[in-house]
């Protein structure tokens, strides 16, 4: 099935430790994206990745890092450095380039939290 | 970033009920999203707008992206207990073809009372 995966579904990590949230899809798309869901709240960008080999940040990467080294995985780090990482934490993609929509579809989730 | 004002925050209505909701922000917007989010789920998307003034219909829902550009409404019809759940509207302000992630509005949750 084509689709986005993210793995784990829960995550509990210590604080001050580093954790790395997986993102995978087989939909071919080029554009990736990362956002951050809090309680009561919509989502906010932390980063985003048109190409390989390129991202950029968005509204909140204090705290994160993310790679794209193969078109179809883009995992995000939450780092030590992130003041708040408890939350939500959700993957997209979407085609990319001439003539492309919009549209994003999402993965599942992963919720992360930080003891 | 820029935020987009969803209202209203939640609904409590009947089951059978019509349901409308929408989203504003002061500034421009060229593709408008409508999303639905189940607990502990990604969102799913329902409805894509791309030009100003279009009307576009999924089944019961009707979404519309104002003729300003600043705004968009959902609009549910005849709801089932299947239709509960957190509606999002999100805005994209570039054109397509690029890559910069959209924004989102706080949702509108529903509840449905049989």
Redesign the interface.
């Known amino acids: 099935d084509g689709g ?1 995966t ?1 793995s784990p579904k829960y995550l509990f990590r210590k604080e001050g430790q580093n954790v790395t949230l997986s993102c995978e899809q087989n939909l071919n798309h ?2 990736m ?1 990362w ?1 951050r869901q809090d309680p ?6 932390i980063y ?3 190409i390989v080999n390129d991202f ?1 940040k ?2 909140i990467a204090e705290g994160y890092s993310v790679s794209r080294e193969k078109k179809e995985s883009f995992p995000l780090t939450v780092t030590s450095a992130q003041k708040n990482p408890t939350a ?1 934490y ?1 993957c ?1 993609s ?1 085609i ?14 992963t ?1 992360l939290t930080v003891l | ?1 820029q ?2 004002n ?1 209202s209203p925050q939640s609904m409590f209505i009947q089951e059978g009920e019509d349901v409308s909701m929408n989203c504003t922000s002061s500034s421009i917007f ?2 408008w ?1 409508w ?1 639905k989010q189940d607990p ?6 329902l409805i ?1 707008l ?1 030009k100003a003034g279009e009307l576009t219909s999924n089944g019961r829902l009707t979404a519309q992206f104002g003729i300003t550009r600043k705004d968009s409404f959902l609009n549910i019809s005849a709801s089932i207990p299947s239709d509960v759940g957190i509606y ?1 509207c ?1 805005g ?1 302000r570039r054109s ?7 924004t ?4 509108t949750h529903l509840i449905i009372q049989p």
């Open positions: 986005i993210q080029d554009a994206y956002y009561g709240q919509g989502l906010r960008l985003y990745s048109q950029q968005g509204d939500f959700l997209a979407s990319s380039g001439p003539g492309a929509t919009d549209t994003q579809y999402f993965g599942p989730g919720r | 970033g935020q987009l969803q060229n593709t999203l999303y502990g789920e990604g969102p799913v998307l894509a791309y999002f999100a994209r397509g073809g690029g890559a910069d992630g959209l989102f509005g706080k949702g």
